[in-house]
């Protein structure tokens, strides 16, 4: 069966920094792959996804993901983080008929001043 | 241009009531979509629903069941409520296969 693991619960790191949030995924065909981000009380926010072509995929907000077929991961990256990103991030896939999403179960962001 | 909007905001019900939850697509959009969000765990996805016709079903009992309109509006029902059906319900919708776009969501909580 299709599972999108996101094997972080809470993430901590200083404003600033850099953060990765890891994503592993298990499909049997291509993926549709995304990543979501929820703040508190609020629905979920598309920053980018990958359908097929080039690996490396740019979002908004300055994060950007890379998906790795051997290694069945997408995981989201930002170069620098800033305090308005502490919020709920999901990693999501969609079959290839678009029919059924599978979401992760979530990775805590707090951002330390 | 509007986003998803989705109604109630807010609802309470006891156990064994019925609950409907509504959501209208961003305009041009004909697939809607339905999740249950339960604290703390990612949504879990319900139906998807594209030209009034079911494409997509999760695993839920039939106490769940949606449809959509010729407007491309979508209702969420669930019958015979239990509390672990206390939850955020997400609508989504997109544009045929494509990435979907998130409601705010209806917190169903059931006494």
């Known amino acids: 069966a299709q599972s999108v693991t996101q094997p972080d619960i809470h993430i901590t790191v200083s404003e600033g920094a850099s953060l990765e949030l890891r994503c592993n995924y298990s499909?049997?065909?291509?993926?549709?792959l995304f990543w979501y981000v929820q703040s508190p009380g609020q629905g979920l926010q598309l920053l980018l996804k990958?359908?097929?072509?080039?690996?490396l995929v740019q979002g908004i907000k300055g994060f950007e993901a890379e998906f790795k077929r051997s290694q069945s991961s997408f995981n989201l990256r930002k170069p620098s983080v800033h305090w308005s990103d502490a919020a709920e991030y999901f990693c999501?896939?969609?079959?290839?008929?678009?029919?059924?999403?599978?979401f992760g179960s979530g990775t805590k962001l707090n951002v330390k001043p | 241009d509007a986003g998803v909007t989705q109604s109630p905001t807010h609802l309470i019900k006891t156990r064994g009531q019925q609950v409907t939850l509504r959501c209208s697509p961003i305009s041009g959009h004909k697939s809607v979509s339905w999740y249950q969000q339960v604290l703390g765990q990612g949504p879990q996805f319900i139906f998807q629903y594209y030209e009034k016709e079911e494409r997509g079903r999760g695993n839920f009992p039939d106490r769940f069941s949606a449809r959509q309109f010729p407007n491309y509006s979508s209702e969420l029902n669930v019958n015979a409520l239990l509390l672990g059906d206390s939850a955020l319900y997400l609508c989504?919708?997109?544009?045929?296969?494509?990435?979907?776009?998130f409601g705010p969501g209806t917190r169903l909580t059931v006494t």
């Open positions: 999501a896939v969609g079959e290839n008929n678009f029919n059924k999403f599978y």
């Open positions: 990958y359908f097929s072509g080039d690996t």
């Open positions: 499909y049997g065909a291509t993926p549709y």
């Open positions: 989504a919708s997109s544009f045929g296969v494509s990435e979907q776009y």
